[in-house]
């Protein structure tokens, strides 16, 4: 596979979702095992799609062990992001560490085996705020109205992973679609991707009403200021729910949002983590 130059020019797009993994590096017990999968490679993949800017997300095999997200983000200073997992401990002098090196934002897990939950989220609260950190939820639609009482509590603003949870057999009238009308309005963002983690399958069209809806609550949510809706996009990449050798095409998961909100939409989304990373 091509390598990325660091001189390189970096394409404008933003892939809002990765991940990357050292084989070396130890895992939680109880999950999977993950293969090797350096900064370098979803670059050079991603660079030749449009895409030259990641947001790096912590994985949750490594829990709050951020060190490979943190040295891959330190290899190409001030070109991606990163959102990770702490608990209440982490020190002052960490979370300014993570801050200068593209840090944005905390994970919390609700879904995956090994996942944090929330319950150090009002003990960090003060200083996630302080930071002008988000909160970015792998969460199920269901878990919808518990996250808005959690950031009506806590005025931090929140990502939602994966359409939110809004899986492909999601009824039209599930109170789950309220939920995300009342985080819209709050300053939510809703991350479009993961679409086999919700029910779908290759081409996904299964969800391609359900990404129109979800566009369309956005746009109202910000209708009175002007404002761009807060969608990005995110590959997914490596794609953990599929065996190494059979990974999708990067431009399979990028096609459903052009298909369901046109082109000239989906640029705006992909270019939406300028906005919500800066």
Same mark, same amino acid.
């Given at each position: 596979m091509a390598q990325v130059l /660091?001189? &390189?020019?970096?394409?404008?797009?933003?892939? =809002?979702? *990765?991940? *990357?993994?050292?084989?070396?590096?130890?895992?939680?017990?109880g999950h999977y095992q993950p293969v090797h999968r350096p900064l370098e490679a979803i670059e050079a993949l991603a660079q030749a799609h449009g895409v030259g800017h990641l947001v790096l997300v912590q994985p949750s095999v490594y829990a709050c062990d951020n060190e490979v997200l943190l040295q891959a983000l330190a290899r190409r200073p001030g070109r991606h992001r990163g959102v990770v997992v702490v608990d209440a401990r982490v020190g002052d002098d960490e979370l300014a560490r993570m801050q200068a090196l593209g840090v944005r934002? *905390?994970?919390?897990?609700? *879904?995956?085996? /090994?996942?944090?939950?929330?319950?150090?989220?009002?003990? !960090?609260?003060?200083?996630?705020?302080a930071l002008g950190w988000h909160v970015q939820w792998y969460a199920r639609a269901s878990d919808l109205p518990a996250i808005l009482a959690w950031h009506q509590r806590t005025g931090l603003p929140c990502v939602l992973d994966h359409l939110a949870g809004l899986h492909a057999e999601l009824a039209a009238d599930d109170p789950a679609w309220a939920g995300l009308r009342d985080l819209l309005a709050l300053g939510a963002w809703v991350k479009l991707s993961g679409w086999y983690r919700l029910g779908a399958q290759a081409p996904y069209a299964a969800l391609t009403s359900s990404v129109q809806r979800v566009a369309t609550l956005a746009t109202q949510a910000v209708a009175a200021a002007g404002e761009a809706p807060r969608l990005v996009w995110g590959s997914d990449w490596p794609h953990t =729910?599929?065996?190494?050798?059979? !990974?999708?095409?990067? &431009?399979? /998961?990028?096609?459903? /949002?052009?298909q369901a909100l046109g082109p000239q939409a989906a640029q705006a989304v992909r270019a939406g983590g300028a906005r919500l990373y800066a």
């Open positions: /660091v001189n &390189e020019t970096p394409a404008a797009g933003w892939d =809002s979702h *990765v991940h *990357v993994f050292d084989a070396e590096r130890p895992v939680a017990p934002g *905390v994970r919390f897990n609700l *879904v995956s085996p /090994v996942g944090n939950g929330a319950a150090d989220l009002l003990a !960090l609260a003060p200083r996630l705020r =729910s599929f065996a190494p050798d059979a !990974l999708p095409a990067y &431009e399979s /998961v990028w096609q459903p /949002v052009q």
